[in-house]
């Protein structure tokens, strides 16, 4: 186990805080973060830009290989949307049923999900998960315990039992954190009827969470109650989602 510590400078007064990493397995943690074999370090708002997020599916990672289709969506939305190196940005794909998280053109976190039963589309009343560029327009829930119920997007102050087992619950509830989405592409994912915002398409916790790894939403992007709130507590708002097109392997 060896320690590092990298520096980094803030303004005012010229003073320099120090960060504690732990170097286990050639990937890189924040000292006290290790229990669970997940990084707990998340900080709020714009002064998280320089967090580094590594495990995911309990396993600790460090600058993951980026597939060839995550490349191409973060370079369509440098191209097209004028998305810069320092900002995060998240890619999901539903043919894998997952979510990355990424950062200076790397994987920082990847998160299963699950997306429309119905496939992918972005007509209204489809059922079917939007594909195309979106922005993070709302955030919604912050502080909310685990399991909290949101109906209409206000909360209920009532928790759902969270199970991991394979079963469909008769509630298909809205849990824990939202994160409302906006479609960025005419006639894609904005305006008419397949404009993902009036849809109310979100990225959201589930109480279903052994249903998650494939599709089993009604067109949302359903994610563990603990990972939603760890992806929610680190992305500002406006942050871009680019949804690929291609459906689940499994179909």
């Known amino acids: ?17 120090r960060r504690k990493f732990i170097k286990i397995g050639g990937a890189s943690i924040v000292a006290g973060a290790v229990a669970g074999g997940v990084a707990k370090f998340l900080s709020r708002g714009s002064e998280n830009n320089d967090v580094k997020i590594v495990g995911g599916r309990e396993q600790i990672k460090e600058k993951e290989k980026i597939p060839l289709d995550i490349q ?3 370079e369509k939305l440098k191209i097209n949307f ?80 969270i199970t991991n087992e394979k079963i469909d619950l008769p509630q298909d509830d809205i849990t824990t954190r939202i994160m409302w989405l906006d479609g960025q592409e005419e006639n894609i994912n904005r305006g008419g009827n397949v404009d993902s915002h009036s849809r109310y398409t979100y990225i959201h916790g589930t109480p279903e969470e052994g249903l998650l790894g494939e599709p089993n939403s009604h067109g949302c992007i359903r994610m563990k109650n603990s ?3 760890e992806l929610f ?6 942050t871009l989602v680019e949804i690929q097109s291609k459906p689940f392997a499994g179909e």
């Open 82 to 161: 004028n998305l810069r190196p320092d900002e995060f940005a998240i890619v999901v794909s539903p043919e894998r049923q997952e979510l990355y998280l990424t950062k200076n053109d790397e994987i920082l976190k990847t998160y299963i999900i699950s997306t429309g039963k119905a496939g992918m589309g972005s007509e209204i009343g489809s059922g079917k998960t939007p594909i195309g560029a979106h922005r993070i327009k709302e955030k919604i829930g912050d502080g909310a315990e685990i399991g909290t119920v949101f109906k209409g997007r206000q909360n209920t102050r009532y928790l759902a039992g």
């Open 72 to 74: 191409n969506s973060l």
């Open 1 to 17: 186990m060896t320690l590092e510590t990298p520096q980094q400078e803030k303004k005012g007064n010229n003073k320099i805080s």
């Open 233 to 238: 507590d680190v992305i500002p708002p406006e």
């Open 227 to 229: 990972d939603v709130v």
